[in-house]
């Protein structure tokens, strides 16, 4: 199994609600990454995590809140997000402790926020 | 200057055609060098990589480093209309250091 699912799919909030993000993989990967992408445009690193502990937070504001409960999931916790957080939230796994780190990456889940 | 650096297009070409997507960088100490591609409303997927300088061919695709020039390059031979997607450089560094990626339209 060399995929990583995401749920949702899409996923529309205001500016006041509190949702989740999920991510999975069964590949054994000890990595797990997320990435923000805007439209057009690369996508961007938020957070890493490694033997599910938090390695990387690249300054990402506290309403986004990562979570890594065991070795095949990963969550994102969602809480006062701004309508300028809206874009698609991308997982990814990946080996650790190799020279060249394949990243593989789930479909993404396409925010909203209003 | 950023360190990948990425045309954006986007680039439109006919069906069959060679299409040559290219990437330079600034950061000499990057030895992996990989293009993803990505399908509208999809997330990357990794097509090709190639450690160091030299060539890798897969089927259609052609990659090259020269890392004397700090540039590289992704070939489609007989491109066809489901090449339509957007083309990722990316470079490792510890991180994936991505360009800003080329949009390529393949018209049948």
């Known amino acids: 199994d060399t995929e990583v699912t995401q749920t949702p799919k899409h996923l529309v909030m205001g500016m006041t609600n509190k949702k989740s993000l999920k991510c999975e993989q069964h590949?054994?990967?000890?990595?797990m990454y997320w990435y923000k992408q805007k439209a057009k445009k690369p996508p961007e690193l938020m957070f890493v995590?490694?033997?599910?502990?938090?390695?990387i937070n690249e300054s990402v504001p506290s309403r986004f809140s990562p979570e890594c409960p065991n070795s095949s999931l990963l969550n994102l916790h969602l809480h006062a997000l701004q309508p300028e957080d809206s874009a698609l939230y991308l997982c990814a796994s990946s080996q650790v402790g190799v020279s060249y780190n394949e990243q593989f990456f789930g479909p993404g889940t396409r925010l909203t926020v209003l | 200057q950023k360190e990948v650096e990425q045309d954006p297009g986007p680039l439109s070409v006919p069906e069959g055609a060679i299409v040559s997507l290219n990437c330079t960088y600034s950061n000499s100490a990057f030895q992996y060098f990989m293009w993803y591609r990505q399908y509208s409303r999809k997330g990357p997927e990794l097509l090709m990589y190639t450690y160091s300088s030299g060539n890798k061919e897969d089927g259609r695709f052609t990659a090259q480093v020269d890392k004397s020039s700090k540039y590289i390059s992704l070939f489609i031979r007989d491109s066809q209309p489901s090449d339509s997607a957007t083309y990722l450089c990316?470079?490792?560094?510890?991180?994936?250091?991505f360009g800003q990626g080329t949009e390529l339209s393949v018209k049948p």
């Open positions: 995590y490694s033997y599910e502990k938090l390695s």
């Open positions: 990316a470079m490792s560094g510890g991180k994936l250091i």
């Open positions: 590949m054994g990967h000890r990595a």
